[in-house]
Each structure stands twice: as C-alpha cells, then as structure tokens.
C-alpha cells in the first residue's frame, strides 16, 4: 500500500525548520547530511517548517520514496509543537508521534509513570 507508515519501526524527527518548499530529492539530502546514512524501509522521516502548520513525512517504500504532507486547516488555530534545536535528530516513539500530530509536545512527562 502506498505511503503505509505502520510498517515503519524507527521514527526520526528532523529538529529545526526545514524548508517546505522542498521535495523528496531535497528533504533526502537533509537526512544524508544530518544522518550520514540512506533513508531505509523501516525508518520515516518528519519534517517540519517554520509556521508550524505543515508536516511532511519521508517515506522509503521497496520501489521508491513517497512523500506525504499533511497541513492544518486555516480555520484551526493550533500548530504542532515542534522542537527547534537545529542541530538535532531524534528518534521518537509511535505515542510520541501521535501526541505531535494531536498537537502536543513530544515530551509529556506526567503521562509517563516511572516506577522506582
């Protein structure tokens, strides 16, 4: 199935802003220059710009990339919570991506129990 990220094992999130003007060639060569390493089948990737309204997601599929965006509504005034350090990628979990895309931060330390 086209752009199935389900599959995906390992979810990499391109701190900073990127520039969402750029394609697949373009959001490739950031992953090469901050990872020192080819996008793989079991990896996404996520990017985000400067407004915060927009996210696109890398995806490498067996015969080629897909590229998927997804951008809030005008009428929605939220933004995604996106971390800045532009020198950074991280590695994120599947409940941490859906609190992103639920327009939380990554990190919510009240919802995780820690037991000592």
């Known amino acids: 199935m086209i752009?199935?990220?389900s599959l995906a094992t390992n979810i990499y999130i391109i701190t900073g802003y990127t520039d969402m003007r750029k394609a697949i060639d373009g959001l490739y060569a950031i992953i090469m220059d901050k990872l020192w390493e080819e996008p793989d089948r079991r990896s996404i990737y996520l990017f985000c710009g400067r407004r915060c309204d927009r996210i696109k997601i890398l995806l490498r599929e067996p015969d080629g990339y897909t590229l998927l965006y997804k951008r809030l509504?005008?009428?929605?005034?939220g933004r995604f919570r996106w971390?800045?350090?532009?020198d950074?990628?991280?590695?994120?979990?599947?409940?941490?991506l859906?609190?992103?895309?639920?327009?939380?931060?990554?990190?919510?330390?009240?919802?995780?129990?820690?037991?000592?």
């Open 3 to 5: 752009g199935d990220i």
């Open 88 to 96: 950074e990628v991280r590695s994120i979990s599947w409940k941490q």
């Open 98 to 116: 859906d609190w992103l895309m639920s327009g939380l931060e990554i990190e919510q330390p009240k919802a995780l129990r820690i037991s000592t």
């Open 83 to 86: 971390p800045r350090n532009a």
């Open 73 to 77: 509504d005008s009428n929605v005034s």
